[in-house]
């Protein structure tokens, strides 16, 4: 099993910038794709922004250009700068992992979950 745990969520305008932190532990050995997923209040969880061991990088059209997600694995770590927010961007945010199937993408499933942090944009 992988235990993920996402921190650097809050509160702030619309136009400034957050960085979220999520650290994995445990069975680390097996994961391949790592990713950040959200949902708002009354919508769907949607992928953001995925990673795999080599660097290589997806991101949904809402936030190319703003978002950026890079990887540590001699930490287990991953994050997700995230500047120009709007507040559209609002959702609780989660850290995801996957197993190796050999692809990476924000479009696939995951296989371990972290609880999840808030960001919330005002206008």
């Known amino acids: 099993q992988v235990q993920l745990v996402e921190s650097g969520g809050g509160s702030v305008q619309s136009g400034g910038s957050l960085r979220l932190t999520c650290v994995a532990s445990?069975?680390?050995?097996?994961?391949?794709?790592m990713g950040w997923f959200r949902q708002a209040p009354g919508k769907e969880r949607e992928g953001v922004a995925t990673?795999?061991?080599?660097?290589?990088?997806s991101f949904r059209d809402s936030v190319k250009g703003r978002f950026a997600i890079s990887r540590d694995n001699a930490k287990n770590t991953l994050y997700l700068e995230m500047n120009s927010l709007k507040p559209e961007d609002t959702a609780m945010y989660y850290c995801?992992?996957?197993?190796?199937?050999?692809?990476?993408?924000?479009?696939?499933?995951?296989?371990?979950w972290g609880l999840g942090t808030q960001v919330t944009i005002s206008p």
């Open positions: 990673i795999d061991t080599n660097g290589k990088t």
């Open positions: 445990g069975n680390t050995g097996n994961m391949d794709c």
């Open positions: 995801a992992a996957s197993l190796p199937y050999g692809r990476c993408s924000y479009v696939y499933g995951m296989d371990y």
